[in-house]
């Protein structure tokens, strides 16, 4: 069964650093999503894009946050500079675009900032 | 508007009892509910999804039963076992946008 591919699995950086992590989402998915869940929480929505564009980054921290997905393929997310509270498993997820159609997820990026 | 709000936060069960995990939305707008399941270390993955056009969808020992008058949805799990010890995770889909909003989780044991 396809997968969408995220790496690193694990990140540790120190706060004001900068970090990335990268999202291969399931072929022919053109929709695709950034989440972050924070311990014991669900997953927030960042940003969600519609092939190369983005559809909804209505709470994507942009003073700090960006995301590309420049060929409606893959797409990178980008911390700079990191922040102790931004310390979460940051999850990539694709769909079709149909309503009806459920998201799929990686196992996503845990990111711990010192 | 946008909140799905779930309960409860845990749940322990014992093997071969039924767990229910309660979930309750205000956004008319929603029009797809799909429940999720997440082991530690591993993204969400779909477990089962109901439309508001039907009242209780079965898959297996899986069952979703949905409330639109309410505007609320549970999630019954028949003769639990030590395998479905998890995570759980309501969410809500709006029409047009495909956004999802998730639930807060419900974390279930199930005791041997």
């Known amino acids: 069964e396809a997968e969408v591919a995220q790496s690193p699995r694990y990140k540790i950086t120190e706060k004001s650093q900068a970090v990335a992590f990268w999202c291969d989402p399931i072929?022919?998915?053109?929709?695709l999503y950034w989440y972050r869940q924070i311990l014991g929480q669900g997953p927030e929505l960042l940003v969600q894009?519609?092939?190369?564009?983005?559809?909804?980054d209505s709470q994507l921290p942009k003073d700090r946050f960006s995301a590309e997905r420049l060929k409606g393929v893959d797409s990178t997310l980008k911390i700079q500079p990191a922040e102790l509270g931004d310390s979460a498993m940051y999850l990539c997820?694709?769909?079709?675009?149909?309503?009806?159609?459920?998201?799929?997820f990686g196992n996503g990026t845990r990111l711990t900032v010192t | 508007q946008q909140q799905v709000k779930q309960s409860p936060q845990s749940l322990i069960v014992q093997k071969g009892g039924i767990s229910i995990i309660n979930c309750a939305y205000e956004?008319?707008?929603?029009?797809?509910f799909p429940w999720y399941q997440q082991f530690p270390g591993k993204g969400p993955a779909l477990l089962i999804a109901?439309?508001?056009?039907?009242s209780e969808k079965k898959e297996g020992r899986f069952t979703i039963s949905f409330n639109k008058s309410a505007k609320q949805f549970s999630l019954h799990i028949m003769d639990s076992q030590p395998g479905d010890s998890a995570t759980y995770f309501c969410?809500?889909?709006?029409?047009?946008?495909?956004?999802?909003?998730f639930g807060a989780g419900t974390r279930l044991f199930v005791k041997a």
């Open positions: 109901i439309r508001p056009d039907v």
């Open positions: 956004n008319t707008a929603f029009d797809y």
């Open positions: 969410a809500a889909r709006n029409t047009g946008g495909f956004k999802t909003i």
């Open positions: 894009f519609q092939d190369e564009s983005v559809v909804d």
């Open positions: 997820a694709s769909s079709l675009e149909d309503s009806g159609s459920p998201l799929h």
């Open positions: 072929s022919g998915h053109a929709t």
